[in-house]
């Protein structure tokens, strides 16, 4: 199984859709082993969006993640950093399909909902940015079995 970082932005706790967001995760089949409302420091942000420091959008970037609280979660599944990625859609909520997180509930790429790890180096180093391996839980679904062959 893998394990992915994902975020609700400030725009998705704002605009009220935690629950919707959640429920797309859970109805998939994804299992969620951490979760924890916060909010982010100046810090920890140009710390997670590091690979963008450069960007002419970094500055706007980081007050927008910093400016209201989040939810952050790791999620676990088979394939969970693609499937997740799948289910956000793409970075701009104008061009990203509907059906997706992004392309149902955004207009802006400045206003995206939601934030999901790209590869396996993303998803460890993000995973370890926001949670202590504690808060991280193991348990047992009797659902997997009818979600997994
Ligand atoms: P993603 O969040 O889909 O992984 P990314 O890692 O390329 O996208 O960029 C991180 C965030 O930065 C993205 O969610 C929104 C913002 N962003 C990306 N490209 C942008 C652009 N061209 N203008 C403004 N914000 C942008
Ligand atoms: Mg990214």
Same mark, same amino acid.
């Given at each position: 199984?893998?394990?992915?970082?994902?975020?609700?932005?400030?725009?998705?706790?704002?605009?009220?859709?935690?629950?919707?967001?959640?429920?797309?995760?859970?109805?998939?089949?994804?299992?969620?082993?951490?979760?924890?409302?916060?909010?982010?420091?100046?810090?920890?942000?140009?710390?997670?969006?590091?690979?963008?420091?450069?960007?002419?959008?970094?500055?706007?970037?980081?007050?927008?993640?910093?400016?209201?609280?989040?939810?952050?979660?790791?999620?676990?599944?088979?394939?969970?950093?693609? &499937?997740? #990625?799948? /289910?956000?859609? %793409?970075?701009?909520?104008? @061009?990203?399909?509907?059906?997706? *997180?992004?392309?149902? !509930?955004?207009?802006? &790429?400045? #206003?995206? /909902?939601?934030? %999901?790890?790209?590869?396996? @180096?993303?998803?460890?180093?993000? *995973?370890?940015?926001? !949670?202590?391996?504690?808060?991280?839980?193991?348990?047992?679904? %009797?659902?997997?079995?009818?979600?997994?062959?």
């Amino acid at each position: 199984m893998e394990r992915t970082f994902v975020m609700i932005k400030p725009d998705g706790v704002e605009r009220g859709v935690i629950g919707e967001v959640i429920s797309r995760i859970e109805r998939k089949g994804l299992k969620i082993v951490a979760m924890k409302m916060m909010r982010i420091s100046e810090e920890l942000a140009q710390k997670h969006y590091a690979e963008h420091k450069e960007k002419p959008f970094f500055g706007a970037l980081i007050s927008y993640i910093t400016s209201s609280p989040v939810v952050a979660m790791v999620v676990e599944g088979k394939n969970a950093i693609r &499937v997740v #990625r799948t /289910i956000v859609g %793409a970075t701009n909520p104008a @061009e990203a399909n509907p059906g997706t *997180i992004r392309g149902d !509930f955004g207009m802006d &790429v400045g #206003r995206n /909902i939601i934030h %999901a790890s790209d590869s396996p @180096e993303s998803a460890k180093r993000e *995973i370890n940015l926001f !949670f202590s391996p504690e808060e991280i839980l193991d348990y047992e679904r %009797a659902i997997d079995k009818w979600i997994y062959e």
